[in-house]
């Protein structure tokens, strides 16, 4: 491997012109499945606008976001305004479901093959039953893997690339535990362990949050607010370029309003304290929806068999890797 991580005269199965085609028909045939099948809402995304009493923020501003953060500087502060606002159109749009597509920005990212300051995401918030087990998550994080590569299979979008993973069944998918996957590597580090565990199967779907394990503090940042630690789930696939897992996909229940405050409470008390939340985040009677998350900047990279996230999504880039890139004649989005 080359410098940046490219491979040696490195040549993309897919030219940027039919990438940047692929993504928009990819992604519009994502979306427009999930919002039939659900019956969602279509809503716009938030603006993440300079409020220094509140990172909810869903009013509109004067400027498209603000790194204006007061609470010790932690990445998901900008992140969170999407996500609670989400929480808070649930509770307006109450036993309704709802779809919406947004960046999530990962101001703090060092950037590598697999990392960027920006990335995608699908979001549908579904309007939540009674009683539900973990099976029921993980059955869903599979189910819609199983019919975006069917999109990805058997549309038009074959006609531009077809993957060689063409076929896919139950038994490509293992269940596991976060915990379990700590328990089972002690002598090193979680995102090590994780990687090692997950280059050994084809697809995990890892049950809990990697960042609530006391070894995962070095992974990157949780919205506490946002997920139920413990009923949530990611679906992951193995790069083996770059030798690291890729999150796909994740769903979780969103908590309601006392969870989302004990969680805020023991992971970043910070926050809480200095009032950076909306007081209507913690009202008791919140509705506690289900989050399904496509990591469309990710898929996209996966299914059209990409070495760097710079071939797939506009980001900011270090002047170094564009004159690399530049260099050895590589297209960048």
């Given amino acids: 491997?080359?410098?940046?991580?490219?491979?040696?005269?490195?040549?993309?199965?897919?030219?940027?012109?039919?990438?940047?085609?692929?993504s928009s028909?990819?992604?519009?045939?994502?979306?427009?499945?999930?919002?039939?099948?659900?019956?969602?809402?279509?809503?716009?995304?938030?603006?993440?606008?300079?409020?220094?009493?509140?990172?909810v923020s869903y009013l509109f501003g004067d400027r498209m976001m603000s790194f204006d953060n007061?609470?010790?500087?932690?990445?998901?502060?900008?992140?969170?305004?999407?996500?609670?606002?989400?929480?808070?159109?649930?509770?307006?749009?109450?036993?309704?479901?709802?779809?919406?597509y947004a960046p999530f920005i990962k101001r703090d990212a060092t950037q590598t093959n697999l990392d960027s300051i920006i990335n995608w995401q699908i979001d549908v918030e579904l309007s939540m039953p009674l009683n539900l087990n973990m099976n029921y998550f993980t059955t869903l994080a599979r189910e819609t893997f199983y019919s975006i590569a069917n999109i990805a299979n058997n549309s038009e979008l074959k006609k531009i690339h077809r993957p060689d993973y063409k076929k896919i069944n139950p038994k490509d998918f293992d269940i596991v535990s976060a915990q379990k996957i700590e328990n089972s590597y002690p002598t090193l580090p979680l995102h090590e362990a994780f990687a090692h565990y997950c280059s050994q199967h084809k697809f995990v779907i890892v049950v809990g949050?990697?960042?609530?394990?006391?070894?995962?503090?070095?992974?990157e940042q949780s919205i506490p607010t946002a997920q139920d630690n413990d009923l949530s789930c990611g679906l992951y696939v193995y790069d083996k370029v770059n030798n690291k897992p890729i999150n796909l996909i994740n769903v979780?229940?969103?908590?309601?309003?006392?969870?989302s405050k004990k969680q805020l409470s023991d992971t970043n008390p910070i926050e809480l304290a200095n009032e950076?939340?909306?007081?209507?985040?913690f009202i008791k009677d919140r509705p506690?929806?289900?989050?399904?998350v496509i990591n469309y900047t990710n898929l996209l990279f996966y299914f059209l068999d990409k070495i760097h996230l710079a071939e797939v999504v506009k980001s900011v880039?270090?002047?170094?890797?564009?004159?690399?890139?530049?260099?050895?004649k590589i297209e960048i989005y």
């Avoid at 491997?1 to 692929?22: D, G, H, Q, S, W």
């Avoid at 010790?72 to 609670?84: E, K």
């Avoid at 880039?317 to 050895?328: G, L, R």
Wanted: aromatic share 14%.
């Fill in 1 to 22: 491997m080359k410098r940046f991580k490219f491979p040696f005269a490195y040549e993309p199965k897919v030219n940027l012109k039919n990438t940047i085609v692929y």
């Fill in 25 to 55: 028909i990819f992604k519009q045939h994502i979306f427009d499945f999930l919002k039939n099948k659900y019956k969602c809402i279509n809503i716009d995304p938030t603006f993440i606008v300079d409020n220094k009493n509140s990172q």
């Fill in 70 to 100: 007061k609470a010790n500087n932690s990445i998901y502060l900008l992140n969170s305004s999407q996500d609670n606002y989400l929480l808070l159109a649930g509770k307006t749009l109450r036993n309704e479901n709802f779809i919406t």
């Fill in 209 to 219: 949050n990697l960042r609530k394990l006391k070894s995962g503090k070095n992974l």
């Fill in 252 to 259: 979780c229940k969103r908590p309601d309003g006392i969870t």
């Fill in 276 to 281: 950076l939340y909306d007081k209507n985040l």
């Fill in 288 to 292: 506690t929806n289900i989050s399904l």
């Fill in 317 to 328: 880039w270090p002047d170094e890797f564009i004159k690399f890139v530049k260099t050895e």
